[in-house]
């Protein structure tokens, strides 16, 4: 049997009423209105509740339209305090805290009903590193919403059992769902005792050897390999290669030029070339004929004989040795000289 202690229920609180809700099918504190009008346990004159069990159940239901806040407030053997309030309005991945309180988020669905059990001493071992718990002091519970039974036991509640393993006296209509949240969770304890830790990140990286030199059973040695310059994506043919260039292509991307055959002329087509007749000079022939010096007669006082060729485009003889054109009518153009 679960060793329960009654803080509120059946009238016990003087500042709201304790009355039966058709909707609910049993008997709530609705809590409404501003700040002021918290509902707040112990009530005046009494200033602390003394309550040593660890922990905390509230009974409790949100409208669509309710953002409450549960502030709890903690005492050690040093006779410190420390307040904890869970908002349903802060979305903070990591608790904000101070030397006298801490914001923590607490995440509650609507419409339904929830026995939230807080684990007192876990909380203060994770949001209060320089007390420890030793007593309940206070409860506050901000508008708006619906508060059924608070409670605190030396059992927790099982976040699976879905509200059949509340203790006698506590237990919801069986017409009336209701779920087992367990404060803090998992999730949001793992993330405040990250909060603790150092803020500066470290990088872990897997490529790095172990202390001992060895790897983990689980994990196969990774060949070793040598690292390879990567090649340049600059074409062959702009690879600058003067000493000013700052590019120098490795061995890999230099390429052997292609190779050709050589392709040697066929006996038909072994004919002797208009270079070669000029003796490597051809004449340049204007596009206008009455502009050449073309003369009538050889000259006479030639020593050796000159060579003449028949040029047919321009109907006239010309000499590569000393490049003058002459029209001799009277010498057929196939004549040797």
């Given at each position: ?22 909707e ?39 409208a ?19 307040n ?6 802060i ?105 603790k ?6 990088r ?42 700052n ?16 392709v ?11 270079d ?31 060579e ?12 590569p ?15 040797d000289?």
């Amino acid at each position: 049997m679960l060793n329960t202690i009654k803080i509120c229920g059946q009238r016990m609180h003087k500042c709201y009423s304790y009355s039966f809700n058709k909707e609910d099918k049993c008997s709530i504190y609705r809590v409404e209105g501003i700040r002021k009008q918290s509902f707040r346990l112990p009530p005046p004159p009494a200033t602390s509740l003394q309550i040593t069990a660890r922990y905390l159940v509230i009974q409790i239901r949100l409208a669509m339209e309710d953002t409450p806040t549960i502030t709890i407030t903690l005492g050690d053997d040093s006779g410190n305090h420390f307040n904890f309030a869970f908002s349903t309005v802060i979305r903070k991945v990591r608790p904000s805290s101070s030397q006298m309180c801490a914001l923590i988020s607490l995440t509650l669905p609507k419409n339904l009903w929830m026995n939230v059990c807080f684990d007192l001493q876990e909380i203060a071992a994770t949001y209060w590193p320089s007390g420890s718990f030793i007593v309940l002091d206070s409860i506050e519970v901000s508008p708006t919403c619906s508060i059924r039974n608070i409670y605190a036991t030396t059992d927790p509640l099982d976040p699976s059992a879905n509200g059949t393993d509340l203790p006698k006296g506590y237990e919801f209509p069986s017409s009336l769902a209701s779920r087992n949240l367990l404060v803090p969770e998992k999730l949001l304890l793992s993330d405040a005792r990250s909060s603790k830790k150092s803020k500066i990140p470290m990088r872990v990286s897997s490529s790095f050897p172990r202390a001992s030199g060895t790897l983990a059973p689980d994990q196969p040695p990774k060949p070793s390999t040598v690292s390879q310059p990567k090649p340049s994506r600059i074409p062959q043919a702009n690879i600058n290669m003067s000493v000013d260039s700052n590019i120098i292509p490795t061995p890999t991307e230099l390429k052997e030029p292609p190779t050709y055959e050589p392709v040697y002329p066929s006996n038909d087509e072994e004919e002797e070339s208009d270079d070669d007749a000029f003796n490597g000079i051809a004449p340049s022939i204007p596009t206008d004929i009455n502009l050449l010096d073309i003369k009538s007669e050889l000259p006479q006082d030639e020593e050796e004989e000159l060579e003449l060729i028949y040029i047919d485009s321009i109907g006239c003889y010309y000499c590569p040795s000393n490049q003058q054109y002459y029209q001799l009518d009277n010498i057929p153009k196939d004549t040797d000289f």
